[in-house]
Each structure stands twice: as structure tokens, then as C-alpha cells.
């Protein structure tokens, strides 16, 4: 004989969480009363939360790859392959001056990619957010 008792007490049915919520179905026994289960809904507070750590984590990868990628590229060159970073550019500086110069566009261009995003897609959901919060004014000095 089996010492696992689950078959005695079974685990009450819970609907999955994508369950639309519908009228609870009938029972066959008149005495048993139904509590209809809670349904969580998918929007709501919790969900921008997630999406809004979701967006701001993907900018900052983004962003940081961006701007380390070019300089962890710019310094792998540098050492694997010096003879390429002495050789002339078309402009006639050495190329790997070339390289180095290109590094701060490239950084704003890193900065001015990470405020376009953010203002696009994070800073409406941060708004949003604010907005179940209750939080006053929607933080751009305007109450």
C-alpha cells in the first residue's frame, strides 16, 4: 500500500490564469455553493511594472552595448592587430587614430539613441505607472 494520501484529499481546480472570466459553471449537487474563482487580469499596476523593468533593462543593455561594443572593438584592433591601426586612413592620419576619434560621436550617438528611446517607449509607461500609483503630476515639473 501506497503512503501517498493525495488521492484521498485532492487538490481543488483552479483555473489557469489566461481563463476568461465567464459564469461559473452549474453544479449537479443543489446544497454545493460555487465561489467563483479570481481571475487575474493582465493589465493593471503589476503588468506595466514588468513591462516598464522590462523596457528600461533592454535600453541599458542596448545603450551600454552600443557604446563599450565600439570601444571593446577599438581596443581588440589595437592589439591584435597593430600593423592595421598604424596603416593610413583615407584621410592620411593612421587608423587607428581614426578609430579613436570616431569613438566620441559614437558615444553621443549612444546618448542620443538611449533619450529617444526612453522618451518613445519607457517614459509613457513610467507614466503610466504613476498614474495607478496615484502619484502627482506626470514628472515633467507640472503638477
Same mark, same amino acid.
Given at each position: 500500500?501506497? /503512503?501517498?494520501?493525495?488521492?484521498?484529499?485532492?487538490? %481543488?481546480?483552479?483555473?489557469?490564469?489566461?481563463?476568461?472570466?465567464?459564469?461559473?459553471?452549474? /453544479?449537479?449537487?443543489?446544497?454545493?455553493?460555487?465561489?467563483?474563482?479570481?481571475?487575474?487580469?493582465?493589465?493593471?499596476?503589476?503588468?506595466?511594472?514588468?513591462?516598464?523593468?522590462?523596457?528600461?533593462?533592454?535600453?541599458?543593455?542596448?545603450?551600454?552595448?552600443?557604446?563599450?561594443?565600439?570601444?571593446?572593438?577599438?581596443?581588440?584592433?589595437?592589439?591584435?592587430?597593430?600593423?592595421?591601426?598604424?596603416? %593610413?586612413? %583615407?584621410?592620411?592620419?593612421?587608423?587607428?587614430?581614426?578609430?579613436?576619434?570616431?569613438?566620441?560621436?559614437?558615444?553621443?550617438?549612444?546618448?542620443?539613441?538611449?533619450?529617444?528611446?526612453?522618451?518613445?517607449?519607457?517614459?509613457?509607461?513610467?507614466?503610466?505607472?504613476?498614474?495607478?500609483?496615484?502619484?502627482?503630476?506626470?514628472?515633467?515639473?507640472?503638477?
Amino acid at each position: 500500500m501506497s /503512503s501517498d494520501s493525495s488521492e484521498l484529499y485532492p487538490a %481543488p481546480h483552479r483555473p489557469a490564469r489566461h481563463a476568461f472570466p465567464g459564469p461559473a459553471p452549474q /453544479s449537479h449537487r443543489a446544497s454545493e455553493v460555487r465561489v467563483p474563482a479570481r481571475v487575474r487580469s493582465w493589465t493593471g499596476p503589476h503588468r506595466d511594472l514588468r513591462l516598464l523593468r522590462r523596457a528600461s533593462r533592454r535600453l541599458r543593455r542596448v545603450a551600454t552595448l552600443a557604446a563599450l561594443g565600439y570601444f571593446a572593438v577599438f581596443l581588440t584592433l589595437t592589439v591584435r592587430l597593430p600593423s592595421l591601426m598604424t596603416r %593610413p586612413a %583615407p584621410g592620411g592620419l593612421p587608423t587607428g587614430l581614426l578609430l579613436a576619434l570616431v569613438q566620441l560621436p559614437v558615444t553621443w550617438l549612444a546618448v542620443l539613441l538611449y533619450e529617444f528611446t526612453a522618451r518613445r517607449y519607457v517614459d509613457p509607461l513610467a507614466r503610466r505607472v504613476r498614474r495607478y500609483a496615484g502619484g502627482a503630476g506626470d514628472g515633467e515639473g507640472r503638477p
